[in-house]
């Protein structure tokens, strides 16, 4: 109940175009669903998040899409740029003093030019 | 300053050293948490501090031994390795109270030979 999936595990997409990144969730106690992008050998480092009273969040070229009834959400990335290129992950976790975070398997994206 | 900081950036170690990872923080921030990373795999919980006090252990072999000495600092004692615990080590923090937006360092690059 604790696992985060995502899909697809690599993604190939042309400049200019738009990168989606699906996950799902089974917890239904998780109410903090950030993405992370990691470049080789860097720490993560934290995109776009979203709470489930939402179900769009905007910012800049990246938007995440949340279906709380389906357990599902997603980032879009438009006009994606080789500078893109990096492991996405998806995570999700509980507010509270501290997180423990769920990880998704994470999405290598590669923007060819 | 929104950064978390790690040192050393790379550390090759013998299975007989003793050696520590260091993280730093001056957000303020009261949660602090020690992940492992493999390659092409996402970042797996090790530990957790809140408030300085260890609130999670992820069932972690003896051989990593964390300590909070104060509420920007964070270690990570490591002795008898062995090499299938080579490793990016992830330090991150977070706000407390509530509030769950992690801050991830740049990771120490661990090789046990």
């Known amino acids: 109940q604790q696992q985060v999936k995502q899909s697809p595990q690599s993604l190939i997409v042309q400049k200019g175009g738009i990168s989606i990144i699906n996950c799902a969730y089974e917890?239904?106690?998780?109410?903090?669903f950030p993405w992370y992008q990691q470049f080789p050998g860097k720490g993560p480092a934290l995109l776009i998040a979203?709470?489930?009273?939402?179900s769009e969040k905007k910012e800049g070229r990246f938007t995440i899409s949340f279906n709380k009834s389906a357990k599902q959400f997603s980032l879009h990335i438009m006009d994606s740029r080789p500078g893109d290129s990096a492991t996405y992950f998806c995570?999700?976790?509980?507010?509270?003093?501290?997180?423990?975070?769920?990880f998704g398997t994470g999405t290598k994206l590669q923007v060819i030019p | 300053d929104t950064e978390v900081t790690q040192t050393p950036k790379h550390l090759v170690m013998g299975m007989t050293n003793k050696k520590s990872l260091k993280c730093e923080q001056h957000?303020?921030?009261?949660?602090m948490y020690w992940y492992k990373q493999k390659a092409k795999k996402p970042p797996e919980l090790m530990f957790v501090?809140?408030?300085?006090?260890?609130?999670i252990n992820e069932s972690v072999p003896s051989r990593f031994s964390p300590e909070c000495p104060n509420s920007s600092l964070l270690n990570l004692h490591l002795h008898a390795l062995q090499p299938e615990d080579s490793a990016l080590y992830l330090c991150?923090?977070?706000?407390?109270?509530?509030?769950?937006?992690?801050?991830f360092g740049q990771g120490t690059r661990l090789t046990v030979v």
């Open positions: 991150a923090s977070s706000p407390g109270q509530g509030r769950t937006q992690a801050f």
């Open positions: 917890n239904t106690a998780f109410d903090y």
């Open positions: 979203i709470r489930p009273d939402v």
């Open positions: 995570a999700a976790s509980r507010s509270g003093g501290y997180q423990k975070v769920t």
């Open positions: 957000m303020g921030h009261r949660a």
């Open positions: 501090y809140s408030y300085e006090k260890l609130s």
